[in-house]
């Protein structure tokens, strides 16, 4: 797995804590299947990718199936959680 440093200056720090309690959201940056993902916990399918059960049978087969010259369409995308692991797998995205 890669490893990633992410830096927010203080005042990023400062604006994103405030954020999250003026608008009483909880918003967490995680990494799954080496990509990262900006989720709110306060949101029940987003806390899932959090926790790592979102369709995670899907997802496997997804990622068995699709291949580096494959085309995907990720139709109708909520938060592009299937389009971001076809882009890390090397998959091209139409424009």
Known sequence: MSSYNIR???????????????????????MRHDVLFELNSRVPAERAILFNIYEPRVTKIFLSLINKDDIVVDAGAWIGYYTCLAAKRGVPMAK
């Not at 927010?8 to 995680?30: D, P, Q, S, W």
């Open 8 to 30: 927010y200056t203080r005042a990023g720090v400062f604006i994103g804590k405030l954020y999250n309690i003026l608008t009483r959201e909880k918003i967490c940056i995680v």
